[in-house]
């Protein structure tokens, strides 16, 4: 009953944002949250429904379930065809479908639960905002787009989800349009998408111009159907193009930049979209496409690269912002990374797990420090801030436990995920990509470290208030604490659903995934025989003695990190230092101005001629290709334009002295003297007109009559 | 018609029309008379009013002619419509001076004259037609009056599943009254 | 003779439809007769019933409980002075009061009393009803040009366009009625009033309940449109008399401003008729399908002599209550007769009622029918009246563009979109 | 070309008067000389009044109009003159003290207790506290009674025909109080310079808590009927505006300047009989609209019954005269005594020759002050806002004619 | 009594025309030559029904509406130039509107 109905649970939001649209400037805050809240909670009602519906459906055996509505673009009967790569003709058909398998159930529900959460907290948090329901209205849509992209069962479909998420994106972070900053944050954010997308269209278009279908179960279908060699090169470009794509709206290196500036929308927007969903839309992407990345190992291994970058990347830069949100943002995009780390060795399911968990503790993050911006009045600067800790206790505590899930903790979600994103790491490919855990590692002591880092300077260290600030501080209200605390619970619990096999566990988290990351598909290998692909297979039963010692360091690495934190920080009064400033001031302005990448984009894109306050004397290649547009082809197309005004003039002359004064202008004079007698007989009175149709008639008529 | 009726009370038969020739007369006459005080009324209330009365008149004539249903717009469009704009124009456009000056224009007795002209065509048409065999026919037609308006409307709308013959038509005399009451609000508005 | 009349009681159409002149005419009579009584006790009933509503008595000395005031009114209006103002356009001010009664007065041809207690059935009724009572606009609006004063001249303007502006919204009401009447087998609807109540009939359903709110929301705005269209409060903005003194007829007296106010009562009625025969079932009897057997027929038919012996024992007590007091005893002999007179007609009509209960050809259960139709309909009629008068008790003044805001971009949408959706409905449910 | 300097010249004529200069600085509407009309405006001058059911009396508003849109009126006055200020000049103080009841004929206790207040402040006499307490009662009855004539008035001038009879109703019990207390119900005569005539009589206080006790239910049913009434919001909010300022400037007073945000009462500004022992509120509005006019009067008359209430039960025992001289002779000087009646500020001038008449007096009433306020409330509004707004100021013609 | 037959209708519709026409070519006022060109309107109307009649179809009636509508379409622009002139020009006598004459 639900499950026939799934294309329900986006059209509640949808609702919502329709009414907000249409109605919203009339309505009341009351109302306003009545509508859309509960637009959100009826979606998740439904979709946990859904779930339970799609488990009996399944009988745990991973079946997807399809639910076509229509056909959506193209059609049947012959229209909109496209020729394959194999010559023959594929009718570009697209549906409005919608697909619900153990993947999209799990970003259903922690979708729906998060975003519920965050509309719940947002009813307090915006509660003084001016535009309540455009915000809620904008909310509302996103909502509607994400659950589109995640019940899509198709390429295009996800696209409009896509495209969906990234116009509300850019509409959330522009929320404060006025801001001169916050415009700019949602252009920023959006044209980075765009290239994204763009790379996420072509791998679309190449995958059905390769297979003829833009289905994914017709897609795993033929992936995995044996037809294909592995390191296919067709399929490798669809995958890194499609990994394009995943990079721009899941913030990896190199289109990473617009996810840190994203923070200018309010607090909620960041946790919803920036931190809990709509960037881990990548990860679903090349979740989702699995099985055309197993078949393209050099894709694998970019994702995997590029993923360890990142994380490592942006956990440099996170520790030495000040900005209490710029360090979640850049703790997202390290986190991002280590998803696709996973991701690139093949642990599909470890990288699910890891955003799943994440979505809760990082939502918590950004909730939390929301509900400490509330408390400081607006301000986000933690050289300010310190000894929160009693004022608001509910914020604080729950912030600790986000802290030591994000850290990895024991028994803390994060640890969980962490630690078998970096097992997988160490075990796959027999080790090939030890390098990278290597990476991981660093990352995973640096984010502990920055994470304690924030603890500490917000809530622990003597307080560096202004006076005012210090007067006006209070706890946040229940509208915003309570969904912190159910938060707080799930960031505890969420991890608990994949305790590994080596911690007695039965990692049913990974289990009810396997169906999505089929082992057991039979592909192409190079010799002409079917065999089995063992993409990250991992022979975890047998390694246990290294899993205890790795999971051993990881916890070592967080407890470095706290320490040190706790060393640098526990006492920062008014003024402190940072240390790394203190030892290393050359990487501190490196990490400070985030290894100048904005700058260099800046130089190379937008033709600025200095990197920060650094000037360069050459032009940067958007300045150069600016400058020969406009002195090469525009001052081409001028002249053109002066040879062609030159022409004109004489041509002028030539009509307005020659041509109208004698071949026009005099006959019309001519005419006008020998008219001048006719136009006598017209005096300018209607009726007389009216006399002349009279008379016409009568000759008509008598014409008619004596015929 | 109700085919239960009841055959002591009907003094006429059935389908006779209530309509006698005295009755074509008086309205005929009516319409005529009130015609000829439209146009020599000086004042333009009473030359409306007396086009009211040839409005209805025609719209009784059209009733004897079993045509109930233009009767019925006839009443509706021109005397419940026209006829109040028309009268609230004279109140907005009332001045006294329109009762003391000329209420003919100078080319009056041109005019006249083509109007005669005019008449006299129209007479000898008619009685020329006249001799001409059918040209107007003197049997009238049947035309089933209870279902007048359901017949104009097929063919107006068309019937099940089949387009009017006359719906496209329908629809740009609609487009055109849309234009007409544009066209009219814009040139009258003082501020728009 | 006795027996051409029975014959024609014993019928079943319109005498017009009969084609019967005879019939027609002592039809029109009737009709005449009836509206102008019955707008004679509205007129007392409207001064009773506002002044209980203002904690007052009304009149109290003509006639027992003021029960002559209207005739008093009527013989003191007929015998004043015939005022023309001077700079009147003398024949249009006589002929402006005229033209509202006859636009008031033609609009009962079509009016069906019951199925065939009707002048006529015509073809186009429903459309003939509007066209000819926006025929009463134009009384009004040349009334108050023929007064030649600014007060009534704002006050014709006001009240033509009040009236064209509502007419907008109350025909699409209409057409949203006369929609229903299609959905039918053949898919044929009509125009015919009878014809209407009769669809409503086959259907099961008054057009108020069918599609629940969208017939309701059509009744509703013809229901405001119509207090719009009779000039009544609280849209009574063209005889406002704090503000236009008493508009459009602020020159007229004595008999012609009778005949303006004879006019707007048979309006009232009038339009009143029309909401109760598009959206009321017209004539029918609650549930006539649901309780339709004859035991039931003839519980409801008892109705009209409980109404008129109820009416008797008010009467009654009144006569019982009134003061011991030589002064009040031709009071109390007027009042005692005037319930005698009562207690007859109810008991006529419960005779009526039980000889003609189980018969269903003899005349006297064609008379038990027809008094049965009739009772129901001026019923219903009756509760719009007071309603009007209601309206007025409770409720302050528009302002005029208020009230054209509200027919234009309130009323008007809202009617549409009903029409559309009736429209929708009709094609997509049955 | 023709409809741009049209829509120019036609803004120019409206809204020139209607927002951009301030209320003072528009020029009087001159109806003789009226510039030709442009030719998009059709110009109507109507004469509201003298005969005119919603004028109140025989005010004459002069109207000129845009179809229905007021662009100015005029006001003409006098119909209902009397000369009282020439005939205070002929009659000793004594007498003249019935004549100031035929001003403010629905208020007529206030204006005694003014003309008292201010004979005595001239011959330094103080009257009783008994006599002080008798005169808030009488006084505060009397506005509240001046209150309900206007609400049934205003509301039937908006078409409300029922509220009407309720307040008269009602209005009827506190005549009843004045007729038992002094004989006359209308015109009271009620104080004497120096005191009270009469002693109130037994059963007093039992009858002014009764009505007490009779009139707070009376005012929610008012309420009822019309504050949350749709139509009556529409006719009311926004209709007739002036702003505090304007108010001042053009001395506007009572409610009426209450209802602009103005918080001025003579009750609480310069407290006179004795009415600083008093506890009460001074209803204040917010826009200046006539549905804010309408709910201070509503809350004053709440606040009225607050006051009698404590005066009642406070009343002290006492003589009722102070000591005033037999024949009055006031010194030579000059004085002025304003007093808040229902209206508003009811001043009286009072110059002494040292003989038995006054030399000059001059009253400032406050309807006739008020009245000046018409022309910019109504602009821009309609005819039938006129009616609305004249009925919110509530003008009494005797008052404004004297 | 002679029945009425088409004729006789035909003979009120030309009888209606040629007073509209009159009152077209002859009356100043332009309300009034605006209301002579819907008696011609009528007259047209009338035959167009009678002839409906003759033949028993319909056409004609269908015809008749639509001439009502050009009717109405027509009064409505008419009268509303007649008072965007009357504007300006404070007359409504048609051979005072003679501006494009040249």
Not at chain 1, 624 to 652: E, P
Request: hydrophobic content about 50%; charged content about 15%.
């Amino acid at each position: 009953m639900f499950l026939n109905h799934i294309y329900l649970i986006p059209l509640f939001p949808a609702f919502g944002a329709v009414i907000m649209f249409f109605f919203g400037r009339r309505l009341q805050k009351a109302t306003v949250n009545a509508v859309c809240v509960g637009a959100v909670v009826v979606a998740f009602l439904f979709a946990c429904f859904t779930v339970v519906e799609y488990t009996h459906f399944a009988h745990g055996t991973g079946h997807p379930f399809e639910k076509i509505l229509y056909t959506w673009l193209g059609s049947g009967d012959g229209h909109l065809n496209f020729v394959k790569r194999d010559g023959t003709t594929a009718s570009f058909n697209a549906d409005a479908g919608f697909l619900l398998d153990p993947l999209s159930s799990i970003w259903l529900l922690f979708v729906t639960g998060v975003g519920m959460l965050i509309h719940i907290y947002s009813t307090g948090y915006m509660a003084h905002e001016g535009g309540y329901y455009r915000f809620f209205g904008y909310l509302n849509l996103f909502m509607f787009a994400m659950l589109t992209l995640i019940l899509a069962n198709n390429y295009m479909m996800l696209f409009v989800g896509w495209e969906g998420v990234g116009l509300c994106s850019y509409l959330l972070i522009g929320f404060y349009f006025h801001r001169n900053s916050a415009s700019t944050a949602a252009n920023k954010a959006f044209i980075v998408n765009r290239i994204g997308d763009a790379g996420f269209i072509l791998g679309a278009l190449t995958l059905a111009w390769y297979l003829g279908s833009f289905r994914f179960t017709d897609i795993n279908v033929q992936a995995r159907g044996g037809h294909f060699a592995i390191g296919d090169p067709v399929l490798t470009a669809a995958a890194l193009l499609l990994f394009i794509g995943a990079c721009g709206k899941s913030a990896q290196i190199p289109l990473y930049i617009w996810l840190p500036d994203a923070m200018e929308g309010p607090t909620p927007v960041s946790a919803l979209i920036h931190a809990a969903t709509m960037v881990t839309a990548g990860v679903y992407m090349v979740a989702r496409s699995n099985a055309v990345f197993v078949l393209a190992p050099t894709a694998m291994k970019t994702v995997a690269i590029v993923g360890a970058l990142t994380a490592v990347f942006a956990a440099s830069i996170g520790l030495v912002q000040n900005d209490i949100k710029r360090v979640l943002a850049y703790s997202t995009v390290s986190q991002l990374g280590y998803m696709f780390l996973a991701l690139g060795v093949g642990a599909f399911a470890a990288g699910v797990f890891h955003v799943f968990t994440h979505a809760f503790f990082k939502a918590l993050l950004f909730l939390g420090s929301g509900s400490v911006i509330h408390a400081m009045s607006g301000e986000q600067d933690m050289r300010n801030m310190g000894d929160l800790r009693r004022r608001i206790p509910t914020t604080h505590w729950t912030m600790l436990v986000a802290t030591l899930a994000i850290a990895g903790i024991f028994p803390f979600a994060g640890f969980f995920s962490k630690d078998e994103i970096l097992w997988q790491t160490w075990a796959s490919e027999g080790g090939a990509y030890r390098i990278l855990w290597f990476v991981g590692y660093g990352t995973a002591l640096m984010t502990a470290f920055y994470m304690f880092r924030l603890m500490y300077l917000t809530f622990y260290s003597p307080s560096r208030m202004s006076h005012e600030a210090e007067h006006h501080v209070h706890e946040s209200p229940k509208s915003m604490t309570v969904p912190l605390v159910i938060l707080a619970l799930c960031s505890i619990g969420a991890g608990w659903l994949s305790w590994p096999h080596s911690l007695g566990g039965s990692a049913h988290f990974e289990k009810f995934l396997e169906p999505v990351f089929a082992r057991e598909a039979v592909v192409l290998v190079e010799e002409g025989k079917s065999a089995q692909l063992a993409a990250g297979e991992k022979e975890a039963e047998h390694t246990d003695k290294t899993e205890y010692a790795l999971m051993f360091l990881s916890l070592a690495a967080a407890g470095v990190g706290w320490g040190m934190a706790r060393h640098s920080y526990a006492r920062a009064a008014k003024g402190y230092k940072e240390p790394i400033a203190v030892d290393a001031p050359p990487l501190y302005k490196l990490l400070y101005n985030k290894w100048f990448v904005d700058e260099g984009y800046d130089y190379v894109f937008t033709g600025r001629r200095k990197v920060g306050k650094v000037r360069l004397g050459v032009m940067g290649a958007g300045e150069a290709s600016s400058w020969f547009d406009a002195k090469v082809i525009d001052g081409a197309v001028n002249d053109v334009g002066w040879v062609t005004k030159a022409i004109a003039t004489i041509s002028t002359w030539w009509d307005k002295w020659i041509i109208d004064g004698v071949g026009v202008n005099g006959p019309a004079i001519l005419a006008r003297m020998i008219s001048y007698p006719a136009r006598l007989f017209e005096w300018g009175l209607v009726q007389w007109y009216a006399l002349v149709m009279v008379a016409g008639l009568l000759g008509f008529g008598v014409y008619y009559v004596w015929k | 018609m109700n085919p239960a009726l009841n055959s002591a009370l009907s003094i006429n038969s059935g389908m006779a029309p209530v309509a006698t020739p005295w009755f074509f007369y008086a309205l005929a006459g009516m319409a005529v008379l009130s015609g000829v005080f439209v146009i020599t009324r000086r004042n333009a209330v009473h030359a409306a009013l007396a086009l009211i009365i040839t409005l209805l008149s025609v719209a009784g004539l059209y009733l004897m002619l079993y045509a109930p249903f233009v009767a019925g717009v006839q009443i509706i469009v021109y005397a419940g419509g026209i006829m109040v704009l028309f009268l609230f124009v004279i109140m907005l456009v009332n001045i006294e001076r329109s009762s003391k000056e000329r209420a003919f224009n100078r080319m009056w007795p041109v005019g006249l004259a083509a109007a005669g002209a005019l008449m006299v065509l129209f007479a000898s048409a008619i009685v020329k037609g006249s001799h001409i065999n059918d040209m107007f026919r003197d049997r009238l037609m049947p035309l089933p009056e209870s279902t007048n308006t359901q017949q104009i409307a097929s063919l107006l709308y068309g019937e099940a599943g089949r387009m009017g013959q006359y719906t496209f038509a329908f629809e740009i005399a609609s487009l055109l009254l849309l234009v007409a009451i544009l066209g009219a609000v814009i040139m009258t508005k003082k501020k728009i | 003779m006795p027996n051409f009349i029975m014959s024609y009681l014993g019928s079943t159409v319109t005498p017009g439809e009969a084609g019967s002149q005879f019939w027609a005419l002592i039809y029109v009579l009737i009709i005449f007769a009836g509206v102008s009584v019955a707008v004679i006790c509205m007129n007392w009933i409207e001064r009773k019933a506002l002044a209980h509503f203002q904690i007052r008595l009304g009149p109290m000395r003509v006639g027992p409980h003021g029960l002559l005031q209207p005739f008093a009114d009527a013989l003191k209006l007929m015998l004043k002075e015939d005022i023309i103002p001077a700079e009147a356009d003398q024949f249009v001010f006589w002929v402006a009061p005229l033209i509202g009664l006859l636009a008031a007065f033609t609009v009962y041809t079509v009016i069906p009393f019951g199925p065939s207690q009707a002048v006529s059935d015509m073809n186009i009724g429903i459309l003939f009803m509007l066209g000819v009572s926006s025929l009463g606009v134009l009384g009004i609006v040349v009334s108050g040009w023929a007064s030649n004063s600014h007060y009534p001249l704002i006050g014709a303007l006001r009240s033509s366009a009040q009236m064209v502006s509502y007419e907008v919204a109350m025909g699409l009401a209409v057409v949203s009625a006369v929609l229903m009447t299609s959905l039918n087998a053949s898919g044929t609807g009509t125009l015919s009033m009878i014809g209407i109540v009769q669809a409503q009939q086959q259907q099961g359903v008054w057009f108020i309940f069918k599609f629940f709110p969208l017939g309701f929301l059509a009744f509703v705005i013809f229901a405001i449109a119509m207090v719009a269209e009779t000039n009544r409060a609280p849209f009574d903005m063209a005889e406002a008399e704090s503000e236009l003194t008493a508009g459009y007829h602020t020159e007229y007296s004595g008999l012609r401003w009778s005949l303006f106010m004879l006019a707007e009562y048979a309006a009232m009625i009038a339009v009143s008729s029309i909401a109760v025969t598009l959206w009321l079932g017209g004539w029918m009897r609650p549930f006539p399908n649901l309780l339709h057997a004859p035991a039931w027929d003839f519980i409801f038919s008892l109705f009209p002599g409980l109404t008129f012996g109820g009416l008797a024992a008010i009467a009654m007590i009144g006569a019982a209550r009134m003061p011991a007091h030589s002064f009040f005893r031709i009071q109390r002999i007027g009042l005692a007769v005037f319930a005698a007179l009562l207690a007859f007609s109810a008991l006529l009509l419960l005779v009526i009622a039980i000889a003609g209960r189980s018969a269903d050809t003899s005349v006297a259960a064609r008379f038990r029918e027809g008094i049965d139709y009739v009772y129901w309909f001026v019923l219903k009629v009756a509760v719009f009246m007071y309603l009007f008068i209601w309206y007025r008790a409770t409720w302050p003044r528009y302002r005029f563009d208020q009230l054209m805001r509200i027919g234009w971009k309130v009323m008007l949408p809202i009617s549409l979109g009903v029409l559309l959706l009736t429209a929708i409905v009709g094609v997509i449910l049955p | 070309m023709s409809a741009e300097t049209n829509e120019v010249s036609s803004r120019a004529l409206l809204s020139s008067d209607a927002s951009n200069r301030s209320a003072l600085e528009r020029s009087h509407l001159d109806l003789e000389t009226a510039e030709k009309p442009y030719l998009d405006s059709n110009e109507l001058i109507i004469n509201m009044g003298p005969q005119h059911p919603a004028t109140h009396g025989v005010l004459r508003v002069i109207l000129k109009l845009d179809g229905e849109r007021v662009l100015g009126t005029e006001c003409v006055i006098g119909y209902l003159h009397r000369g009282v200020e020439k005939i205070a000049e002929n009659r000793t103080y004594t007498m003249f003290n019935p004549y100031v009841d035929r001003m403010d004929y629905c208020a007529a206790v206030s204006n005694g207790l003014g003309y008292c207040e201010a004979v005595e402040k001239l011959l330094n006499v103080v009257a009783p506290p008994r006599a002080q307490y008798i005169r808030v009662i009488l006084t505060e009855l009397n506005r509240i009674a001046s209150h309900q004539l206007w609400l049934g008035t205003h509301a039937l001038d908006i078409g409300a025909m029922t509220p009407l009879f309720y307040t008269f109703r009602d209005r009827e019990e506190i005549l009843k109080i004045f007729e038992k207390y002094c004989g006359a119900r209308l015109t009271t005569h009620a104080f004497r310079i120096g005191g009270c005539q009469y002693e109130t009589y037994a059963g007093f206080e039992k009858d002014v808590n009764n009505f007490l006790t009779f009139f707070a239910p009376k005012i929610d049913e008012y309420e009822t009927l019309l504050t949350t009434n749709r139509i009556w919001l529409e006719r009311t909010k926004n209709v007739g505006v002036i702003s505090g300022a304007d108010a001042i400037a053009l001395g506007v007073t009572g409610p009426v300047l209450r209802a602009s945000g103005v918080k001025w009462d003579l009750r609480k500004a310069q407290p006179y009989a004795a009415y600083s022992e008093f506890d009460f509120e001074i209803p204040v509005g917010t826009n200046g609209d006539t549905y804010d006019r309408y709910l201070v009067r509503m809350e004053e008359m709440r606040q009225s019954m607050r006051i009698i209430e404590q005066a009642v039960s406070r009343i002290p025992e006492g003589a009722i005269m102070g000591k005033v001289p037999k024949v009055i002779k006031p010194p030579v000087g000059e004085i002025y005594h304003s007093i808040e009646a229902p209206k508003g500020e009811l001043g009286y001038f009072i110059v002494s020759d040292g003989s038995t008449q006054p030399y000059r007096l001059r009253v400032r009433p406050p309807s006739f002050v008020n009245l000046q306020a018409l022309d910019v409330m109504v602009r821009g509004l309609l005819v039938a806002d006129v009616v609305a707004v004249i009925g919110t100021i509530d003008i009494v013609l005797g008052e404004v004619d004297r | 009594m002679v029945p009425i037959t088409t004729l006789h209708y035909l003979v009120v519709a030309a009888a209606l025309f040629v007073l509209g026409a009159i009152g077209v070519l002859t009356r100043r006022n332009v309300v009034i030559v605006l209301m002579s060109i819907e008696l011609i309107l009528n007259a047209v109307n009338l035959n167009l029904v009678a002839f409906s009649r003759m033949w028993g179809n319909l056409h004609g009636q269908i015809f008749a509406i639509f001439i009502v509508v050009d009717a109405a379409a027509e009064a409505a622009a008419g009268l509303g130039i007649l008072i965007a002139f009357f504007r300006n020009k404070e007359t409504v006598n048609i051979d005072e509107i003679d501006l494009l004459k040249w």
